[in-house]
């Protein structure tokens, strides 16, 4: 059977690491669904969501030349919609909402950028500056020392 990328197939838990689990797949093929790829939540330890023998739906995520095989099982389950942020009440009522600086105005648009030369320029004039800087407070210090 041809593993083809993005296909759902189901397999077996075979081992388990600290960083992942391997999963043998059918035409006896084996892969590794990485630590990050195990479930939606946090996964810290493997053995608290995978156990050796138990059957599991694995997506194949990638298969390289040499044959090795990377599988994802949190990409088999259905997303979970995202919890929604609690609303904080204090005992005289609701939070109140926050306030935010007006947005500025848009400003002009430039009739035309300045060309690559231009540029080139102006970095090259600011990056001498700055290093004619650096150089005066490096020679400072030392001439301090004498």
């Not at 909402?97 to 848009?106: E, G, K, L, V, Y």
Request: aromatic residues 4%.
């Amino acid at each position: 059977m041809e593993l083809a990328v993005g296909t759902i197939v189901s397999g077996k838990v075979t081992t388990i690491t600290k960083f992942g689990a391997f999963v043998s797949l059918p035409g006896g093929k084996s892969g590794l669904v990485h630590i990050s790829e195990v479930a939606a939540a946090f996964v810290s330890d493997v053995h608290d969501f995978l156990t050796e023998g138990q059957e599991v739906q694995v997506k194949i995520l990638s298969v390289s030349p040499e044959g090795k095989i990377n599988l994802s099982i949190k990409q088999t389950q259905p997303q979970q919609p995202r919890p929604a942020r609690p609303a904080y009440r204090k005992e005289g009522g609701e939070r109140p909402a926050p306030q935010r600086a007006p947005a500025p105005a848009a400003a002009p648009a430039p009739a035309a950028e300045p060309s690559f030369e231009d540029k080139l320029k102006q970095f090259m004039s600011m990056s001498d500056s700055k290093m004619s800087e650096l150089n005066r407070n490096r020679d400072g210090k030392r001439h301090k020392r004498r």
